[in-house]
């Protein structure tokens, strides 16, 4: 008989990317929102999944993740969740739902673990968040940060742009990066910030540093799943590199299915039930 294919396989835990990094191997993030791309991510050994409120530009077809709901989360973290992945399984805490302080956010975040099975919760901000996530982390609560360019605060940031080109702003992250760290995050997300930035957070943070345009010398990186697949339209920024393209293959296919109806093509006989 043979072996099953999950045979020695656990689920990835916070300790696992912290040896990661010790070990100097950088990993992979990838962003999911549905069972059927954890299921193929879970194949493919993706040691860590993020169900993010990117959710709402990719799938939902909001401008921006700041109308993303809870409920949006949990029902997407739930459907990540039912291809039982052994990827360590991050959702983030939407746009209000935990900008109140300490006790709205871990209520939000006790529905997300509780509700979805999932593993972790991501926060954006700094020094700001730092008594939220000694509060969720004082729960039990597996806390990933997320600095630079923050999507939630897109409006106060004057637009999806590049954080920390100053002197006074890249010490800021870089003090966040720490008094996160501190707090209790297992790793912090850094968004858009200088490639000669990065190392810089890295080296002072005592956490794992996951980078998407923020240059190569963090511990791991993060692409959304559309932008890796090139399934996505419209502006794609300097940082997404696609590894496919989708978007054409999926235009490619509905071409064809529909030239075939039209023509009679499909179905064919061997597509069809006999008597
Ligand atoms: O929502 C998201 O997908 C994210 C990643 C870009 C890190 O926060």
């Not at 299921?39 to 993706?46: A, N, R």
């Not at 509780?114 to 008594?131: F, L, M, N, T, Y």
């Not at 982390?137 to 920390?164: N, W």
Request: hydrophobic letters at 45%; proline letters at 5%; one cysteine or more.
């Amino acid at each position: 008989m043979s072996a099953h294919p999950d045979a020695g396989r656990r689920r990835t835990t916070i300790h696992d990317l912290a040896a990661l990094r010790a070990r100097g191997e950088r990993f992979v993030m990838l962003t999911a929102y549905d069972a059927n791309a954890a299921g193929i991510l879970d194949e493919l050994d993706v040691p860590v999944l993020l169900v993010g409120d990117s959710l709402g530009m990719v799938a939902l077809g909001h401008p921006t993740t700041l109308l993303v709901t809870l409920d949006d989360m949990i029902h997407h973290a739930s459907a990540v969740m039912r291809a039982r992945p052994h990827a360590l399984v991050v959702v983030d805490l939407p746009f209000g739902s935990y900008q109140q302080g300490p006790e709205q956010a871990l209520a939000s975040a006790v529905r997300v673990i509780k509700e979805s099975g999932a593993d972790a919760v991501k926060i954006e901000g700094g020094a700001r968040v730092v008594p939220t996530v000694r509060t969720l982390v004082a729960a039990g609560i597996p806390v990933m940060g997320h600095l630079g360019l923050t999507p939630q605060s897109v409006g106060q940031l004057g637009g999806f742009r590049v954080q920390g080109r100053d002197e006074a702003a890249a010490a800021t992250i870089v003090e966040d990066a720490v008094a996160l760290a501190e707090a209790g995050v297992f790793a912090t997300v850094l968004e858009c910030i200088p490639a000669s930035l990065a190392p810089r957070v890295t080296a002072a943070s005592p956490a794992p540093t996951i980078g998407i345009g923020a240059g190569g010398d963090v511990d791991g990186q993060v692409l959304v799943w559309h932008d890796l697949l090139g399934l996505g339209s419209g502006h794609r920024p300097r940082f997404v590199r696609a590894y496919a393209d989708l978007r054409g293959a999926i235009r490619g296919a509905v071409d064809a299915f529909r030239d075939d109806v039209r023509s009679g093509a499909f179905p064919s006989e061997a597509e069809s039930y006999g008597d």
